[in-house]
Structures are given as structure tokens and as C-alpha cells.
């Protein structure tokens, strides 16, 4: 496929002077439109190992953005209807407030003594805390990146994109201190209580600063409570305590006293987790154009409250590990390993022990800090939600490197997770001769003891002893990204591919930028597009990790003690999923494994694997809330097995 070297910024600026949707798309993707639309299905329906035409699954996983964050502006074509901040009325197409601004408002309160996922009294935010820059880099720099000061050194070190994306390597930094206000907002000392748009006042191709997005913090900014509960919201979640959790506890606690001087400033966050990007203005082009071309969910949501692992460890295992001897025995953490979001004395909402290795929560025990009020939240609602917290056992709930180096030795165990025997959706396909390979950015590199980016604790399969300590199933399962790239040119592709960029292009806030996964996302589309048969029997899900702490206004399902949180992005690309199908049907991380289960008729990987959740059955009046639940969709209806893949 031949690339045309027109830079993106040129095709933002574009899409903002209202350049036709025909001209965008044969810019976006190397292709004619005909590509994509090409007849035909080679391996056609007769091959019986599958319910579908869907021979090959990849799932590609970016980093922390909500759908509101993306799509809050996104209007679908004809006949389609969407949840999100304009349709609501929150906010106009331009991005400013809207006639129901106030649904999106922000409230401050005061949490002393114990732990509180819903505090009250609550008075509402006058003004926002200020926008702030936490880590997003000031400079550029090729020893301490991103971003990268010369476009050479950026291309050896990041291959993974679409050499249209490569430029914003180099781009995008603040030109402002760490933990400053970030003054890029001309408003910033003025922010109206609820959302504000990101650009045009910061351009999108502009690194920003990262909201908190753990466990407990990201509960508390639910508010869930069922004195909240409508007909609209059944489970009482109103998300209306981001800025409150940012400026008072933030991304976590490692000391033993709050400390001197501590405002809201402190941590660095302000009132980040308010932020959006407007696709209705140019924005996420990439992204945009795959939703308007191929299915979207606008009810996809990250299976657990907080932060990477455990979204991963739900892709991985519909559940998640627990802390053991290695061997599969439960055993307790140490005592600083545990979870204490109970404020220290004296403080409004300072955890006493959360982060720098306190990442062990057991829900099954009531007196354990942090648990009962969640647990006294989901047995308070109309239809009691069962916890689902196995007796006795402590679970990682929040961001914990592995045990296993990625050569298979082990590190000191210290703070890391003990290798574990907790069944996963490999051993499924390994039991039935499905190939699935996990690939890392930088995955080579890491093992190879060179600089990389890699992500450890986004790989699932980096915790399972079965895989980690089998030289020659660590080999055939976990791969780096570069092996996908040369599986999709060569028609190897494995029948399940896990795709995750390397810290640089994954999108994360601060660390990363959308547009940079979007590059990570274009070069394998067009990759698959340029291998026709492949094209005709893969299916990519193109979705987010979390949400990474980003304010979104959409209905959260209580399904146990872990979750769900808040929507995240789902697109479907596939020759069986075009036409800009918007579907509204209840899913997470967990409905990618009931797919792949369902497609190659696999059963749940245990009995209390969230796979074992029904399909939702949706109502009428509000096709958002599933009226059995909890229940969580296949995915299957984001696709038209019917016809032969035309719209």
C-alpha cells in the first residue's frame, strides 16, 4: 500500500476549515475507499471450527481516556443514536456548556476518620480547581523522551506507527513545569463547575496532564449511592467527585503524614479528570473515521475501578489473581502491601497507606480498610449485588509489576505479584489447539535487557505460571509488536492477538498522546487491509484499557466488588461490522472473552469468571441498563454475520 506523506496536522487543519468527509478519509487511510469495500470471502462459512466467519480476533489496547473524553462530540450518521455529552445537552457542538450543563457538575466535601465511597454534606464547585500539567514533559529531549528532540532518534526507538503519525513524536510539549497550572488554558484560574474542552485552547497534538486512577480514588469519584437512584440511573453512580478525589488524595499516598503545606495543588491533578476532546472539531481524525465507518459501542466499559493491571488481568482472566506462595496457595500479604484509604487523623481525604506497594485489598472481610463501604453499597440496591470475593484471599487492585522477569527468572518477590495458578482465557485456547499470542511493544527489548518502554503489567499472561516458567510457551505466546506486523504481512497472524503499544505509543495521558495511538492503530488497519484474505476473516476490537480517571456520563453497572467503572472506547473493524452501527448493549472486558468463547465454542474459564454472566436483556425505554442484571454482552451484534459484509 502506498503511503502518502501528508502530514496529520495538515489533515486536522483540514477537517476544521470543513473539508469533505471523502477527501478525510482518503488522507487518513493509505487506501482507496474500494479497498476496504472488496467482495468476496475466501475462507468463506464452511470452516466448522468457528460460528462465525471471524477467523482472527486482535485486540488492540490503548491507555486511559473515557468515551466522553473522546467521542463527547461524536454525532453518528442517519438512523443511529448515541449517549454522550452533546446528545445529552451538556455541552454544545463547540464545546462550550450546553442547557444541561449541570448534570456534568462537580462537588467538593470532606471524607475524616474512615473511608467514604459516597460522603455527605456536598457543596457544589463554584469554579473548577485549576487545570494542571502533572508529568506531561515541559521539553524535548532524546535521552529523557517524550517528547523526542530529533525525528531520527524517534523513528529507531518507536516502529509501531503509521509513518504518517511519526512527526508527533517530536511534538506536543508544554513548555511548563511539571505540577504547574497549566496556563495553556487562557480560563484556566476560571474553569465553570463540570466539563471543558481541551482543545482549541491546547492543540491536540499536545502531551496533558494525567487524572488519578486507582482503585479506591476511582469509587470515591463515582459516588455511587442508592438514596441517587432513578428510573435513568438504577444504580445511583453520578460520578460527580473527580476534582474532589484529584485534589485531596490523587494518584497515592506513600507517606506516613500529609504533608506540610498540602492544598489542592499538591498533587498536581487539579481538575484534569474534566477534560475532552472535541471529535465533532477534528479531533482523534483516526478514531473518528473508524467509528463512523465500522461499529461502535457507546455502553463498553472498563470491568474494574482503577488503574492498568487490573483492566488487563480482566482481558486475561474475566477476574482477577490473587496473592499466593506461587503455587497457587493464598497466602496474606505483608501488612504494608495492604490497601488503607481510611484518611490519616487530622486530614480531609488523605489516604493512610495507599500506593508505593499497598495494592492488597480482601474484600471478603468487612473489617479489612476500604471494604465494607462498597460492600454496604452493592447490598443496599434494590436487586443485592453479590461481592463475588473469594474467602480469604487478597487481591491486586491496583498497579503491581509481576514476579516473573520477562526471560522467566524471578525477581525478589519485595513488592512484585507471586506467580499465579489462577486459570486464564490461554489455558482455554491452549487446551483446544487455538494459537493466541500477547504482543508487547518492546517485548524484545525487555527480555534482551535493553532500553524499551515495554509494559510489564499489561501483559496477563506475565503472572501465570504456566506460561512465564515454559520457556517454549513463553516463546509461542508472548511476542513483541514488531512479530505482529510480520504476521499480518505474511499471513501468519495467530488466531487470538492481544496488540499493546509500548509506553510510548499507547496513548496514556502525560506519557503519551491519542494521536500517537492512533498512528499505533492506523499501521495495523492498514497492514490488514493490504493482506485481503486476512481482511476478509479478522475482526479488531480498538479499545482503552480505562479511563484513566476522565469524567464520563454514562450509566455504571455494579456487577461485584471490582466494578464496572466508567465506558471506555470500543470500535470494531471488520468486513462484518461497517456502516456506523452505534450499539448500545451493556459490555466490558470481559464480553471480548465471551466472544472469542462463543466464536470457537469454548466454555468460561471457571465458575466465577465474569464470562459466566448473562447477555443482557435491554429494555426499550432505556437501552443502556440490562433489565436481568448484572449481565454483560458477546459482542456479538456489533456485526452482520447475515449478508456477505457489504453496509
Known sequence: MSVKLLSLNGCLTRMKQGLATMMVLQLLFAAPLSALAEDGNRQGNADRNTRTPIKHVIVIIGENRTFDHVFGTFQPGHGQKISNLLSKGIIHQDGTPGPNFSQSAQFNTTVNGTYNISPTPKSPFQILPPAMTD??????????????????????????????????????????????????????????????????????????????????????????????????????????????????????????????????????????????????????????????????????HQPVMGGTMVQHMMLGYADLPWYSDGNGNPVNPAANLIENPNPLPGTNNFYTRDGGGANFSNCSDLTQPGVAPIVSFLQSLPKPVTPNCQQGVFYGLNNVSPQFNEDGTLAALGANFPPSNVAH????????????????????????????????????????????????????????????????????????????????????????????????????????????????????????????????????????????GPRIPMIVVSKFSRGGKISHTYNDHASIVKFIEKNWGLHPITNRSRDNFPNPVMSRSNPYVPLNSPAIGDMFDLFNFDGDGHD
Open 425 to 564: 482465557i490461554g489455558d482455554q485456547l491452549m487446551q483446544k489447539g487455538i494459537s493466541f499470542v500477547y504482543y508487547g511493544g518492546h517485548w524484545d527489548r525487555a527480555v534482551a535487557h535493553q532500553p524499551n518502554a515495554y509494559c510489564n503489567i499489561c501483559n496477563p499472561f506475565q503472572y501465570a505460571n504456566d506460561i512465564m516458567s515454559d520457556p517454549v510457551k513463553r516463546t509461542a505466546h508472548i511476542q513483541d509488536t514488531t512479530d505482529l506486523h510480520e504476521a499480518i504481512k505474511t499471513g501468519t497472524l495467530p488466531t487470538i492477538a492481544f496488540a499493546k503499544p509500548d509506553g510510548i505509543a499507547d496513548g496514556h495521558p502525560a506519557s503519551s498522546k491519542l494521536d500517537i495511538f492512533e498512528g499505533f492503530v492506523a499501521k495495523i488497519v492498514n497492514e490488514l487491509q493490504d493482506n485481503h484474505e486476512l481482511w476478509e476473516s479478522t475482526a479488531v476490537f480498538v479499545t482503552f484499557d480505562e479511563g484513566g480517571g476522565f469524567y464520563d456520563s454514562g450509566y455504571i453497572q455494579p456487577l461485584d466488588f471490582f466494578g464496572d
Open 135 to 300: 508529568g506531561a514533559p515541559t521539553a524535548p529531549s532524546d535521552t529523557n523522551p517524550p517528547p523526542f528532540a530529533t525525528l531520527a532518534v524517534a523513528e529507531s526507538f518507536e516502529t509501531d506507527l503509521f509513518p504518517t503519525f511519526n512527526g508527533f513524536l517530536i511534538t506536543g510539549a508544554t513548555g511548563l513545569p511539571p505540577k504547574s497550572i497549566d496556563t495553556r488554558f487562557a480560563n484556566v484560574n476560571n474553569l465553570p463547575s463540570g466539563v471543558y474542552p481541551i482543545t482549541p485552547a491546547v492543540p491536540y497534538d499536545a502531551y496533558t496532564g494525567d487524572p488519578v486512577h486507582r482503585f479506591y480514588q476511582m469509587w470515591q469519584q463515582a459516588d455511587c449511592n442508592a438514596s441517587h437512584i432513578t428510573r435513568a440511573n438504577p444504580s445511583g453512580c453520578l460520578f460527580d467527585l473527580v476534582p474532589f478525589v484529584e485534589t485531596t488524595i490523587g494518584t497515592g499516598n506513600t507517606k506516613t503524614t500529609q504533608p506540610a503545606g498540602f492544598n489542592q495543588l499538591t498533587t498536581g491533578e487539579g481538575s484534569n479528570g474534566m477534560q475532552f476532546y472535541n471529535a465533532d472539531q477534528g479531533d482523534a481524525p483516526f478514531l473518528t473515521e473508524l467509528a463512523r465507518r465500522f461499529s461502535m459501542s457507546d455502553n463498553y
